[in-house]
């Protein structure tokens, strides 16, 4: 049993601790926005925020999340507003196939948090471990700007 907070709602679920966090937020608790890609925290299509922070959810036991705030691709919303990193991504069209999206707008989100006004650079070095099998990284970075500059 875990006691899990996931987008500030908590609940106990029924998951061997050393399970990923990955699956307990799809399979238990049903949200499938998180992807799996690699399972070997190589691509960043499971990322989650762990207190703000971005991790690979794939490599992640859910013992380690216990108590801390989780954040998923469906918790970013807010009273039916996209957040400005998803509603950047639509207006970029920053993606193809979209299996890598969730990933990376989360990884997108976390970035603009610690560099609210990140230049091309630190933008591709901050994204550097998110891997999009479409090739659609220019339209991200366009996106991943855009977002930047809504930034208060
Ligand atoms: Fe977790 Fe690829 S599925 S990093």
Known sequence: MARLTING????I??????????AIREQVGLT????????GQCG??????????????RTPVSSAAGKRITTIEGLEQDGRLHPVQQAFLDNEAFQCGYCTPGM???AVALLTSNPRPSE????????GHICRCG???????AVEQ?????G
């Open 33 to 40: 926005g998180t992807k799996y890609g690699c399972g070997e």
């Open 45 to 58: 299509a499971c990322t989650v925020l762990l207190d703000g922070k971005p991790i690979r959810s794939c």
């Open 105 to 107: 707008i989360m990884g």
């Open 121 to 128: 650079q630190e933008i591709l070095r901050g994204m550097q």
């Open 136 to 142: 659609t990284y220019q339209r991200i970075v366009a």
């Open 9 to 12: 709602k908590t609940q106990d």
């Open 14 to 23: 029924n998951v061997d601790p050393n399970t990923p966090l990955l699956w």
């Open 147 to 151: 977002a930047a500059n809504r930034n």
